[in-house]
């Protein structure tokens, strides 16, 4: 026996025993596979597509500025917002970074949540630490007080100018 055949496992056909029958067999049999599997991954990626955004009623698009007091964030401030739901339903908190004192949620969870900030900003200059091996910069909240227990908000449709001032 070939050995090609006894790597593949292919047997003769009965029709005709000719070798070349069963290495045509394998390449229909290849042939085959590669289009079943090609139809499983168009399938899946449609699914994925499918599912992912675009008409999901239970998510709002929200953006704007976070300021403090009504002023801007500090140059320097690092942060960002979770928007956690507060019912018990299938909504999934999000978090998103302040960058240059903007935000953007594309996935924002509707109904209410309550907005948890975590800005902070350099704190002295940086010094070196020999756990790491490196200089770090030591950081602080600017997070008012009032603010600490987060923000209660009431989400509903998508809004980009959405400013958040604690």
């Given at each position: 026996m070939?050995?090609?055949?006894?790597?593949?496992?292919?047997?003769?056909?009965?029709?005709?025993?000719?070798?070349?029958?069963?290495?045509?067999?394998?390449?229909?049999?290849g042939r085959t596979a590669r289009r079943v599997v090609s139809a499983a991954l168009v399938l899946g990626m449609a699914a994925t597509v499918?599912?992912?955004?675009?008409?999901?009623?239970?998510?709002?698009?929200?953006?704007?500025?976070v300021?403090?007091?009504g002023q801007p964030l500090p140059a320097g401030a690092e942060g960002s917002i979770t928007f956690r739901p507060t019912g018990?339903?299938?909504?999934?908190?999000?978090?998103?970074?302040?960058?240059?004192?903007?935000?953007?949620?594309?996935?924002?969870?509707?109904?209410?949540?309550?907005?948890?900030?975590?800005?902070?900003?350099?704190?002295?200059?940086?010094?070196?630490?020999?756990?790491?091996?490196?200089?770090?910069q030591e950081m602080k909240s600017i997070v008012p007080p009032s603010q600490s227990q987060g923000m209660p908000l009431t989400i509903n449709e998508d809004n980009s100018d959405a400013n958040l001032d604690l």
């Open positions: 070939n050995m090609a055949r006894t790597v593949r496992g292919l047997e003769p056909r009965a029709r005709g025993g000719n070798a070349g029958e069963t290495v045509e067999s394998g390449r229909q049999l499918g599912c992912s955004g675009g008409g999901n009623e239970n998510v709002a698009h929200w953006s704007g500025a300021t403090i007091g018990n339903g299938d909504a999934k908190a999000v978090s998103v970074t302040i960058n240059d004192g903007k935000y953007d949620s594309p996935n924002t969870p509707k109904g209410s949540v309550i907005a948890y900030f975590d800005i902070n900003v350099p704190a002295g200059p940086p010094v070196y630490s020999e756990r790491v091996g490196r200089e770090i």
